[in-house]
């Protein structure tokens, strides 16, 4: 019963002390790493042997231990030891004949072994031990008389033995080389003379509790905690608790010069400048980074895209890509931001005023041809005339005017002036809306002094389309009036 009860509390230490090393593997301060530690221990100690009731006593060891270098939480250990102290017993029932009714044996022992040590939050070091010894049992009485090397089967036995030791312990760190300790084990004998009497099948054993102070000869110290000793720490006023990297400086996971505990952005790509929080630098706080924006000094408020450039003259076109900065407000723009000029004359859309030149043809600064000798005028219907009737708009009123002096320069010209329309709506209305239109352009010119008997009127309706009439453009096309040349006179 004695003996499975002292294997219960040796089984508990060692599941606690698994556990414990998993949480604390993963540091890589150990304050032992590379040191011989020198100890002096005392405690107590309750001996199993063949007496019914146990009698605490005491013992003392001395320890000298070497801890192999390590950069990881545990390290193993070899320690050499002597160690003496008395184990007893007693037996109010024992026949004198047999044996005392107490015993109280010396036993000196000289060993070794190794233990597996590990660092908790750097302070705490539990460790577990195994080993043997060679030892020295002296049996006495209660008054101290040695007892004959004879058990009561009356054969005689050797006072020297080896022994088996197990122990769990745990050291505290006082300061960089000062350490207490305290410890639980168990020594076995291979065999059953330690109170000089033998009975049943049981060897002996003892357990023993003890406690000491230890001296660590070159032991290094970590002044900031951060699990880095001084000698190697290349930044030695961490703050406590910040991971650090190998070298005892706080993690800078996105190398940009912040470390992470103080990195508000901890992503930062390669190559960014970046504040003292960690966050790339945007001088003009437009929300891109200094690195990628290529309109560095926006207005504060602006809308951006997404390399900080606004779009100044309110084109849709971003300043970045914006081939024409300064376009007036509400001009119709390409896809550089220029102005458009639909026909090409060099004249953007919103100042010409004869938007259908002819490609090629020479204008003034209106838009407008500039050749004497013209051959053909088509207006628009959908921007020279009101939708679905007849009367002009201004816009067509800049290439009439250019056509009536061309008339008044030839004045024995004579021209056509045909009206066409789309597919949509019945053939009549079809005819009377091309002519109608043609009319009102004929009235124009007749207003500018052109004898109306130089002009014919030409109703096609919808006979003559130029385009598709399937589609919205394509009908637009079709929807015009052409003054043409009948005699260019002389």
């Known amino acids: 019963m004695k003996k499975t009860f002292l294997i219960f509390l040796l089984f508990l230490f060692t599941v606690t002390f698994v556990s414990t090393a998993q949480e604390s593997m993963k540091r890589k301060y150990h304050a032992f790493s590379g040191t011989l530690v020198i100890g002096a221990e005392a405690g107590v100690t309750l001996g199993s042997t063949d007496y019914t009731d146990i009698r605490p006593d005491i013992v003392g060891r001395g320890i000298m231990e070497y801890y192999f270098p390590t950069s990881s939480a545990g390290t193993f250990s070899l320690r050499g030891f002597f160690s003496a102290g008395y184990v007893g017993g007693k037996d109010e029932n024992l026949s004198p004949l047999i044996g005392p009714s107490v015993f109280r044996s010396t036993i000196t022992r000289l060993g070794g072994g190794v233990s597996y040590t590990f660092s908790v939050k750097d302070a705490v070091f539990p460790y577990i031990f195994v080993g043997a010894s060679y030892g020295w049992i002296n049996p006495k009485d209660e008054d101290g008389n040695e007892l004959p090397y004879t058990a009561n089967t009356g054969n005689t036995y050797d006072g020297a033995e080896e022994n088996y030791h197990a122990e769990g312990g745990i050291r505290f760190l006082l300061s960089n080389s000062i350490s207490w300790g305290i410890n639980v084990g168990i020594e076995f004998s291979p065999r059953d003379y330690w109170d000089n009497y033998v009975i049943g099948g049981n060897n002996d054993f003892l357990f023993q509790a003890m406690t000491g102070l230890s001296l660590s000869i070159g032991a290094q110290a970590d002044s900031d905690g951060d699990g880095v000793v001084d000698s190697k720490d290349q930044c030695p006023e961490t703050p406590v608790g910040i991971k650090v990297d190998e070298f005892g400086c706080p993690i800078d996971s996105d190398k940009d010069g912040v470390p992470d505990y103080l990195d508000k952005c901890p992503n930062t790509k390669s190559g960014f400048t970046v504040d003292e929080f960690g966050c790339p630098t945007d001088e003009d706080a437009d929300g891109v980074p200094d690195k990628i924006d290529k309109c560095p000094n926006t207005p504060k408020g602006a809308k951006v895209n997404e390399l900080g450039c606004p779009d100044t003259d309110g084109d849709g076109v971003f300043d970045n890509d914006d081939k024409c900065p300064d376009t007036p407000k509400g001009a119709p723009v390409d896809d550089r931001g220029c102005p458009k000029d639909s026909d090409g004359d060099g004249v953007p859309d919103y100042k010409d005023e004869c ?25 628009s219907g959908d921007t020279n005339f009101e939708f679905n009737k007849a009367a002009l708009l201004p816009t067509a009123y800049g290439v009439l005017d250019e056509l009536s002096a061309t008339m008044k320069e030839k004045p024995e010209s004579r021209w056509r002036i045909e009206g066409h329309t789309d597919s949509k709506g019945s053939d009549s209305y079809n005819m009377d809306l091309s002519r109608r239109r043609a009319e009102s352009v004929a009235n124009y010119l007749t207003g500018k002094g052109i004898e109306r008997s130089r002009l014919e009127i030409v109703p096609l309706g919808e006979s003559q389309p130029i385009s598709d009439n399937n589609t919205d453009e394509g009908r637009s096309m079709n929807r015009r009036v052409e003054i043409k040349v009948i005699d260019s006179g002389k």
């Open 355 to 379: 938007p259908n030149t002819p490609k090629g043809e020479q204008v003034d600064e209106k838009g407008c041809s500039m050749k004497v000798e013209v051959k053909e005028v088509t207006l």
